[in-house]
């Protein structure tokens, strides 16, 4: 990987360029006027088109398996079940798109739950205009995309010790759902989330749940 000044990170893509060959791109994002600027802004790309956009993730899965875009750009804070979900949703729905979160939440968490749940790209909604074109072009051609200012977080803080499924049971918690309704959520009995709490509130060394979620918040995991 290497830094571009003003630039994300890249990871280039091994396969080969598809040439001149119109990019289709899919938005979903639930402010109108931001996902319709972006749309005029990827739209006046000659080599870029934007087939769909989608106020909610159930609408984005929807559309992707309608349009087939090559890449997808979510809001992972759209309303539905989160960014990652939706990106698995896109994902099965159409296996050849690639998906970027563009996200205005600086969490280091962000980066290394779409890594691992096989997202291709994650950058802050303030990155440069030609910054987000050029991301949309290289997922386009199978690479990846990383903001750097994430990577230098996940560096800086060690990365994030609670695993996806842990990060997820927490924020549910913290969004003031009880064990029985994040249980009913995420399809788990209460006592595997009993579980997931208590092994965050081990991993951050907390002395309750209260506190695991408050190190979480300021570590910007959630």
Excluded at 36 to 52: C, K, N, P, Q, T
Excluded at 75 to 104: F, K, Q, S
Aim: net charge neutral.
């Amino acid at each position: 990987m290497t830094t571009l000044l003003d630039q994300p990170l890249y990871h280039q893509a091994t396969t080969a360029d598809r040439g001149t060959a119109t990019v289709s791109v899919l938005l979903a994002d639930g402010h109108q006027l931001f996902r319709s600027g972006l749309g005029a802004l990827l739209d006046r790309e000659a080599d870029l088109a934007v087939v769909a956009e989608s106020p909610t993730a159930e609408e984005a899965a929807a559309e992707a398996a309608r349009t087939r875009p090559a890449v997808a750009v979510l809001d992972p804070d759209m309303p539905g079940p989160g960014g990652p979900a939706t990106a698995a949703m896109i994902r099965e729905r159409a296996p050849g798109t690639a998906v970027l979160l563009l996200t205005a939440q600086s969490r280091t968490a962000d980066l290394q739950r779409a890594v691992a749940d096989g997202v291709a790209g994650v950058l802050l909604k303030d990155v440069p205009p030609a910054a987000l074109i050029a991301a949309v072009r290289e997922l386009a051609r199978g690479g990846r995309v990383y903001d750097p200012r994430l990577v230098v977080d996940v560096v800086r803080t060690g990365g994030v010790p609670l695993t996806p499924r842990e990060l997820t049971v927490l924020g549910h918690v913290a969004d003031g759902a009880t064990i029985n309704e994040v249980a009913a959520a995420l399809s788990l009995s209460p006592g595997t989330v009993r579980n997931y709490v208590s092994a965050a509130i081990a991993k951050t060394r907390s002395r309750n749940r209260c506190d695991a979620i408050r190190i979480a918040r300021e570590r910007g995991w959630l």
